[in-house]
């Protein structure tokens, strides 16, 4: 069995909608635990294959966006995260889950506490961006969850989305061992990135954080111009088989395990 497992915390609030995502891509058991339960059981996490941290603004985005629950994360659960993707299991980070992956360390770790980038106040602006975005995924890239993608067209929303690394050695490295797995299209970064990323992933290729919303977009009738781009008769019978091009993150990842 693929089990996913949802990791919610105060003011997530995209946690329904990655569920049903994951049951959408064939998980045969998709879970959604508070914080909580996991600090009070922590050898639950050994029974899934993958973990999903969803989006929204936990603890209301206090400090930092993310960082309270990135602090919960690496302070409590730290060890038990780590054995985790050292059993080749998958991590997710959608947006808020992705600063959280940043923030905790857990994803491009300086070998310390800390992390080797993270995500800023959206530039020039410092505003929050709510739009779609054209992306391209890196052909070097090994990422599980962008197998087979070339190009994905997805919905942004947020205000702490700029990618920034400690320096440029650190940049130039990322890059070069395909890291940098997911970037905006040219003239369309919303938020300032450097070079343009909109998603980063481990050496491994296991653990993906990425700013865009998947979850957003499993449908084509969730696209902003469906009308347009899809036949009338495709449109009176509502086919099932219409994919948005978020699903194939989630199929992905469960076929991963298949």
Not at 149 to 163: D, I, K, M, S, T
Request: net charge negative; charged share 20%; hydrophobic share 40%.
């Amino acid at each position: 069995m693929v089990k996913v497992l949802i990791l919610r915390a105060p003011g997530i609030n995209c946690d329904v909608e990655t569920q049903f995502a994951f049951q959408s891509a064939g998980a045969d058991c998709v879970d959604v635990f508070h914080i909580n339960r996991l600090l009070e059981s922590p050898d639950l996490l050994s029974g899934y294959q993958i973990l999903c941290l969803p989006g929204g603004f936990s603890y209301g985005d206090d400090i930092d966006a993310g960082k309270v629950f990135a602090s919960k994360l690496s302070r409590n659960l730290g060890d038990v995260f780590r054995s985790f993707c050292d059993s080749g299991k998958l991590v997710l980070g959608i947006c808020n889950g992705f600063q959280v992956l940043l923030k905790s360390g857990l994803l491009l770790s300086d070998g310390t506490e800390g992390s080797l980038a993270t995500l800023a106040w959206n530039e020039p602006s410092a505003v929050y961006v709510d739009r779609w975005v054209h992306l391209r995924a890196d052909a070097n890239s090994n990422c599980v969850f962008l197998r087979e993608v070339n190009e994905l067209y997805l919905p942004v929303a947020h205000g702490e989305g700029r990618f920034v690394t400690a320096d440029e050695s650190v940049l130039s490295t990322l890059a070069n061992a395909g890291q940098l797995a997911l970037r905006y299209a040219e003239g369309e970064n919303p938020n300032g990135s450097v070079l343009d990323v909109a998603g980063v992933c481990d050496r491994s290729g296991r653990i993906f954080g990425l700013m865009p919303h998947p979850e957003r977009f499993l449908n084509i009738f969730q696209h902003p111009h469906w009308t347009r781009i899809i036949s009338k008769d495709q449109r009176a019978k509502k086919e099932n088989d219409l994919k948005g091009d978020g699903f194939i993150i989630f199929q992905n990842a469960v076929s991963y395990f298949r």
